[in-house]
């Protein structure tokens, strides 16, 4: 059975430009997260969706952040114009409802020159 | 301001001993925890968890305590290998379970040596 899906799982690009990340969530699930992993904060939620409906996005950093969950087998993050300080692990994890746990993409990796 | 803190960025311990990973938490209204492990380039893994009405939750070689007065929670590993190497996040969040957001510490990095 697929896990959560993301892509790419590197990139590296340069400040100003636009980078979208990918997730994929596991077939049946009906919540779907997204983190942010530095050295300086840990790993801090971004927006979390359930069914397709954003619930809480209070912990994207700013306008520059967006994110979509266009149907329930995928979600995208946007970040425009992006910053050096966006460099980070991004994540994105899913659970069924009523579930014990969230499952954990192996995340994307991103650089901003 | 962290809700959830691990104090201890890294745990080195000797194959076969007890690991003991400890966390704090300030927010009162947290009422179910996790621990979740995480290999270099990989997602982090769920290991166990433990609702606020309980204070001990076994499973296999790890066990997870919460002392609900003192805002803390650790977990043991016992007996440790190294393929317990790994990043051990705590993790907390209110409302019963995991379909709302978790609050994650920064992790501590335990290594178990052969």
Known sequence: DAGVIQSPRHEVTEMGQEVTLRCKPISGHNSLF????????????????????????SGMPEDRF????????????????????????????????????QYFGPGTRLLVL | DQQVKQNSPSLSVQEGRISILNCDYTNSMFDYFLWYKKYPAEGPTFLISISSIKDKNEDGRFTVFLNKSAKHLSLHIVPSQP???????CAASEGGGSNYKLT???????????
């Not at chain 1, 969950?69 to 994105?92: G, W």
């Not at chain 2, 994650?104 to 052969?114: E, S």
Request: charge should be negative; proline fraction near 6%; aromatic fraction near 12%.
């Open chain 2, 83 to 89: 393929g317990d190497s790994a990043v051990y996040f």
């Open chain 1, 34 to 57: 997204w983190y942010r992993q530095t050295m300086m904060r840990g790993l801090e939620l971004l927006i979390y969706f359930n069914n397709n409906v954003p619930i809480d996005d």
């Open chain 1, 66 to 101: 967006s994110a979509k969950m266009p149907n329930a087998s995928f979600s995208t993050l946007k970040i425009q114009p992006s910053e050096p300080r966006d460099s980070a692990v991004y994540f994105c994890a899913s659970i069924v409802g009523g579930g014990e746990t």
């Open chain 2, 104 to 114: 994650f510490g920064k992790g501590t990095l335990l290594t178990v040596n052969p």
